[in-house]
């Protein structure tokens, strides 16, 4: 796919230099146009859409999800490449559900970068090596062996599942809502899940908390 007219969306001065060379390195016919924030990103996305938008997430003044949405909504057709340092499955899933066509990640080397890129244009899969691993590991099931709740974490991730908040949680089992919230980082690493209703799912697949079921 040829590109005449690209969006880099980036805050980061240092990151938006590298960027900016490394596409007038590799798309040298292009015209490069930058945004700093959400605000200039939508007006130039308003003025003239690109054909290739390179998208931060992570802005000072919101999300480049928007920025995503923006630009589908007046150009279907336009390649939108979320560039980020986040890895983990609810920015990789909210940002495909709003319409990104890629996700790279900025930490991996150059090379690699630009093949991806490349591959992303040329419709090959969208993601880095390493958030496709992330990705299949979302739906690889967990070995029911390898994990054990203890009995107050399974009182808490019954508690969520019953849909209770964090402080009602708190307030029920006698234990501060910040503790709460430490229980249940650790069964999302013990469940090797991002979220309550994930968490809850796979609690109920598992077995590990019968009462979540009557």
Known sequence: MDCSDILLVEDVVDVKVWLTRLVHSHFPDSVVRTAENRAAALLAVGERPPCLALVDLGLPDGSGIDIIRALKKVRPECTCVVTTI???????????????????????PEEEFVLHL??????????????????????????????????REEQVLTLIARGYSVRKAGEMLGIS?????????????KLQVNSRAEATLKAVDLGLVASLVR
């Open 86 to 108: 986040f890895d983990d499955s609810d920015h990789l899933f909210s940002a495909l559900h709003a319409g990104a066509d890629g996700y790279l990640l900025k930490d991996e």
């Open 118 to 151: 490349r591959g992303i244009l040329a419709g090959r899969p969208p993601l880095s090596a390493a958030i496709a691993r992330k990705l299949l590991g979302v739906f690889k099931p967990v070995p029911e062996e390898t994990v054990r709740l203890a009995p």
């Open 177 to 189: 809502q910040h503790t709460v919230a430490g229980y249940l980082k650790t069964i999302y690493q």
